[in-house]
């Protein structure tokens, strides 16, 4: 079955304390990009990849980081998180870019307390 | 930056009814898109239209691009288009923007 993973869905930590959530696809899909939902604001950018050891900001970059080694995996790292890192992530695959449907994982809760 | 902005941010319909929800974005754009969020958090891709009119079931979506608007259309609605509606616009440089979204309550 073709789908985009995260793991944890559900994540309550501490200010500063190093984490990682990880995204996994399998449709072997070139570009990879992550997402925080606000209420209010929508869906932000925060980093999106085109290919294997590319990657590139978005909208909202700042404190968090990426990597993007294998074609399947995009983590998203948050060195020291802070409470207005509080949000609901998405992370989302698609095809090349003239075809462009995004596939989206289901999302993960992160409370930064 | 561009600004990405939806109408009306809420719509209440009762099944049946059909609805037009805005998208205008104050920049030219190399593409659009139309987004949904069931009131699960699942988000569903639902057209990639960078300009012209696309149509998939009773749904279907316009771009004009001169004009820099979409317009995503639902016909005969059904509790099950209930949920948030966004447009998401892409830049040259890659970066995906997204509108804050129409929130559609379909009753019975």
């Known amino acids: 079955e073709a789908q985009v993973t995260q793991n944890p869905r559900y994540l309550i930590t501490v200010t500063g304390k190093k984490l990682t959530v990880t995204c996994s696809q399998n449709m072997n899909h070139e570009y990879m990009s992550w997402y925080r939902q606000d209420p209010g604001l929508g869906l932000r950018q925060i980093y999106y990849?085109?290919?294997?050891?590319?990657?590139d900001k978005g909208d909202v970059p700042e404190g968090y980081k990426v990597s993007r080694k294998e074609k399947r995996n995009f983590p998203l790292i948050l060195e020291s998180p802070s409470p207005n890192q509080t949000s609901l992530y998405f992370c989302?695959?698609?095809?090349?870019?003239?075809?462009?449907?995004?596939?989206f994982g289901p999302g993960t809760r992160l409370t930064v307390t | 930056g561009i600004q990405v902005e939806q109408s009306p941010p809420d719509l209440i319909l009762q099944e049946g009814a059909n609805s037009t929800l805005r998208c205008n974005f104050s920049d030219s754009v190399n593409n659009l898109q139309w987004f949904h969020q069931n009131p699960w958090g699942q988000l569903i891709n639902l057209f990639y239209?960078?300009?012209g009119t696309k149509q998939n079931g009773r749904l279907s979506a316009t771009t004009v691009a001169t004009e820099r608007y979409s317009l995503l259309y639902i016909s005969s609605s059904q509790t099950t288009d209930s949920g948030v509606y966004f447009c998401a616009v892409e830049l040259v440089t890659d970066k995906l923007i997204f509108g804050t979204g129409t929130r559609l309550q379909v009753f019975p």
């Open positions: 989302a695959s698609s095809t090349k870019r003239d075809s462009y449907e995004q596939y």
């Open positions: 239209i960078p300009s």
């Open positions: 990849s085109m290919n294997v050891e590319v990657t």
